[in-house]
């Protein structure tokens, strides 16, 4: 049973949340501070971590950093109190794996968590633990992206949306599919999840040295390689 890791002082929040997830059939831990979150964080092993944007102590946005730091890698879904479209987008490009605005179903959110944490396909003895395209390689196992001699590590979602883009490389790919492939839900057309990856993908690739792969084909979606 996966354990999972809530950092909410709202207990109008927390508890519904902490019944849907053990009503989902997931342990739940509660941090009502960000601090208290991150110490948790560093002791204890957690598939998942659901995240207020506004804790008392410490903005959500540093405990997300703060959380990379440390070198947690359970994804994250931040929530927050305001429907602020920039809040969401600046949640989103600090590292949040996905977020979501009040008034929101804890349905949904179950069902957000559970799409997190869905497992990837096995790797089999005779696939290669290694993907590469020209000097990029991801390794599938460490789920590192290594360019000459750098190397990063990646979250999540990065992790997922580098992996079909580089399966898939030379092809176009259409925001629906990449949407329905790393995020396993139909393509909302307003979303900016892929604009907000894709963006921190590249600005990752530049930081290793490595020219700029994922290109954008106008109308249409985006093309690696």
Request: hydrophobic share 45%; net charge neutral; aromatic share 6%.
């Amino acid at each position: 049973m996966s354990t999972l890791l809530i950092i909410e002082d709202d207990p109008c929040i927390a508890q519904p949340i902490v019944h849907t997830l053990d009503a989902g059939g997931f342990c739940v831990d509660v941090a009502t501070r960000g601090r208290d979150g991150i110490a948790r964080l560093m002791n204890g092993d957690y598939a998942a971590v659901v995240l207020s944007r506004t804790p008392p102590d410490i903005d959500g946005l540093h405990v997300l950093a703060m959380l990379r730091g440390i070198g947690a890698q359970a994804p994250v879904l931040m929530v927050s109190r305001t429907a602020d479209v920039h809040e969401r987008i600046e949640g989103l490009r600090a590292g949040a794996d996905d977020y979501m605005s009040m008034p929101f179903s804890f349905d949904e959110l179950l069902a957000r968590v559970e799409v997190l944490l869905r497992a990837r396909p096995a790797i089999r003895k005779d696939m290669p633990a290694t993907l590469r395209v020209d000097a990029l390689r991801l390794d599938l196992i460490r789920r590192t992206l290594t360019f000459q001699q750098d190397k990063l590590a990646l979250q999540p979602t990065e992790f997922r949306l580098l992996e079909f883009m580089m399966r898939h490389a030379g092809q176009v790919l259409t925001r629906s599919m990449i949407f329905e492939a790393v995020w396993d839900r139909h393509f909302d057309p307003d979303t900016n999840l892929i604009d907000v990856h894709v963006a921190r993908l590249r600005k990752k690739v530049g930081e290793l040295g490595a020219r700029q792969m994922i290109r954008t084909v106008r109308g249409s979606g985006y093309r690696f390689g």
